[in-house]
């Protein structure tokens, strides 16, 4: 498949394994794995930070294949999900950054491009959430209200 706004292909690299099965060495079981999830949220990691601590550090390769559950539907259970996506975030921080940027070199001219297309992602980001009812339909993305979202 090809990248969103450039004419590239696709990045190679590795690939999960096809079947997603627990693997014979791991010795957690599915409650000590969701009660490392909860406490790794608690600390302030999101998701992605959890799923790498629990490889790292506990040699838990993929916690769907131990709890049949992904993270993020764990700290759905425990409501512990934040209100706004991580990706959403992450989108809104870049935004920040850029506008930042764009303060002090008035006249790049690339960085005004990228802008526009970090404003599109959250825009369609913001879309498809409200679609999936996980951000509430009158919300809005305001950029003077941005950075107290980002934080």
Do not use: C
């Amino acid at each position: 498949m090809a990248r969103i706004y450039s004419r590239k292909k696709g990045k190679s690299g590795s690939k999960r394994p096809i079947k997603r099965v627990k693997p014979s060495w791991v010795a957690h079981d599915a409650k000590v794995v969701e009660q490392l999830v909860v406490k790794l949220s608690k600390t302030g990691k999101t998701a992605a930070e959890i799923g790498l601590i629990l490889r790292d550090s506990y040699g838990i390769p993929d916690v769907k294949a131990i709890t049949k559950k992904r993270i993020i539907q764990i700290l759905n259970d425990n409501k512990l999900t934040p209100s706004i996506p991580y990706d959403l975030k992450a989108l809104i921080r870049k935004d920040i950054a850029i506008i930042k940027h764009l303060e002090t070199n008035k006249h790049d001219i690339p960085a005004q491009r990228g802008l526009i297309l970090t404003e599109s992602k959250i825009h369609r980001l913001i879309k498809y959430y409200k679609d999936k009812r996980i951000l509430p339909e009158n919300w809005a993305f305001d950029r003077r209200k941005a950075k107290v979202l980002a934080e």
